[in-house]
């Protein structure tokens, strides 16, 4: 009877410390995350400039941010760096804030998204430079040009089109546009999410056409 009692106790003793030892763990993993600290880099386009991105908010360019976005710009007429995947859209403003920004369209952000599902037949990397021009009275767009950069692949090209023309700017400084002209940059992020059947399917239908 003695025997049996200890064993319980023996056993009742390890998964105490079992218990312990996983919330242990956990606590430090929480840790090791909340840990995590990005170190500030200087803005884009200097440290006067500030940064927005594609919710309108300001945001700080740190060592977490993507390079595309981090890395120094030597052109004063880019105010715009996009990256957008199947996945996700992220923009950054880095020029111009004060006097005109991009409003916020999560829905159109999406819509673009959704355009790129179909090319998820690869992993490739696409960019593209655009030179938007606006009206000197209105502000509205006026004209559309690939600048210096155009993408590899045609259909990405309409998308990058269909995405810089899309855009509603808001300028902050009465009704004459200070801003009438602007460079985005974009990148573009394609993922293999295919399977060979789904492959093999897209090249009958294209074969069909």
């Known amino acids: 009877k003695i025997m049996i009692e200890r064993g319980i106790n023996l056993k009742s003793f390890f998964l105490i410390l ?26 884009p386009a200097g440290d006067s400039e500030k940064i927005l991105d594609e919710k309108g908010e300001v945001v700080e360019n740190n060592s977490g941010e993507p390079k595309f ?23 950054r403003q880095i020029r111009g804030t004060e006097n005109v920004m991009r409003k916020p369209d999560l829905g159109g952000d999406q819509l673009i998204c959704d355009e790129l599902k179909k090319f998820n037949l690869i992993d490739f990397v696409d960019d ?3 030179l938007v021009k606006l009206n000197g009275e209105t502000g509205k767009l006026e004209n559309f040009n690939f600048h210096t950069r155009v ?4 259909d990405i090209a ?11 700017l808001e300028h902050k ?29 897209k090249l009958k239908r294209e074969i069909r056409k």
């Not at 400084?173 to 399917?201: A, D, F, M, Q």
Request: proline share 2%; aromatic share 10%; hydrophobic share 30%.
């Open 18 to 43: 079992l218990t312990v030892f996983i919330l242990n763990q956990c606590a430090s993993d929480n840790r090791s995350v909340d840990s995590i600290t990005y170190t500030k880099l200087k803005n």
């Open 69 to 91: 976005f981090s890395k120094e710009s030597s052109d004063t007429q880019e105010y715009f760096r996009v990256i957008i995947s199947s996945d996700s859209y992220q923009l």
């Open 128 to 130: 593209g430079i655009v």
């Open 151 to 154: 993408p590899r692949i045609n």
């Open 158 to 168: 309409k998308i990058i089109q269909n995405d810089a023309t899309r855009w509603n």
């Open 173 to 201: 400084k009465g009704n004459i546009p200070v801003v009438t002209k602007y460079l985005i940059y974009y990148n573009i992020i394609l993922k293999n999410k295919s399977n060979r059947e789904e492959v093999k399917n």
